[in-house]
T-cell receptor
Framework: GAVVSQHPSWVICKSGTSVKIECRSL??????MFWYRQFPKQSLMLMAT?????????EQGVEKDKFLINHASLTLSTLTVTSAHPEDSSFYIC?????????FGQGTRLTVV | QKEVEQNSGPLSVPEGAIASLNCTYS??????FFWYRQYSGKSPELIMS????GDKEDGRFTAQLNKASQYVSLLIRDSQPSDSATYLC???????FGAGTRLTVKP
């Protein structure tokens, strides 16, 4: 299957700082990528759909100014959590469609202290 | 009505049994169907896709699609403890997932 690489796999940051998470499609071009957040023992929640060369589409209730998404190339999308707070601590996962079906990055575990 | 619904579980089966996971969908025109598996603390992975009515087998996994009744199932034969995970159903291009079905296979 297609490979999606996400970096970093875990990060600890101080409250008030920003964190950038990268998502790369390694062996295919991804015009669309997806960003999810998952709290412990909860469902995977779609945050936004990232489109190459255009603005991301955010799901209802997701703050677009807090979760900045950039999809500057066909193989790279980034999610920046700005002014992070402890309640932003979560597991963030990206995915991309390749042919039929979607492939997921390894996820980034963010802890804000 | 939600577009895609799964039996919420949790589902518990003994090792070696057949685990049956079900998913119903509302859009009669749906064309593609996917099953993902998510282990606790990990990201999901695609395990099966099916597009035509009938069965599709891949090792111990069989996906069954019935478009007339608008459901898709995943059967896991000879269930193993390593199959314990949450299974997510997806339809067409919709990348929103529900809670999925949590499967526990007991030794």
């Amino acid at each position: 299957g297609a490979v999606v690489s996400q970096h970093p796999s875990w990060v600890i940051c101080k409250s008030g700082t920003s964190v950038k998470i990268e998502c790369r499609s390694l062996d295919f071009q991804a015009t669309t990528m997806f960003w999810y957040r998952q709290f412990p023992k909860q469902s995977l929640m779609l945050m936004a759909t990232s489109n190459e060369g255009s603005k991301a589409t955010y799901e209802q209730g997701v703050e677009k100014d807090k979760f900045l998404i950039n999809h500057a190339s066909l193989t790279l999308s980034t999610l920046t959590v700005t002014s992070a707070h402890p309640e932003d601590s979560s597991f963030y996962i990206c995915s991309a469609r390749a042919g039929l079906g979607a492939f997921f990055g390894q996820g980034t575990r963010l802890t804000v202290v | 009505q939600k577009e895609v619904e799964q039996n919420s579980g949790p589902l518990s089966v003994p090792e070696g049994a057949i685990a049956s996971l079900n998913c119903t969908y509302s859009d009669r025109g749906s064309q593609s169907f996917f099953w993902y598996r998510q282990y606790s603390g990990k990201s999901p992975e695609l395990i099966m896709s099916i597009y035509s009515n009938g069965d599709k087998e891949d090792g111990r996994f069989t996906a069954q699609l019935n478009k007339a009744s608008q459901y898709v199932s995943l059967l896991i034969r000879d269930s193993q403890p390593s199959d314990s995970a949450t299974y997510l159903c997806a339809v067409n291009d919709d990348m929103r997932f529900g809670a999925g079905t949590r499967l526990t296979v007991k030794p």
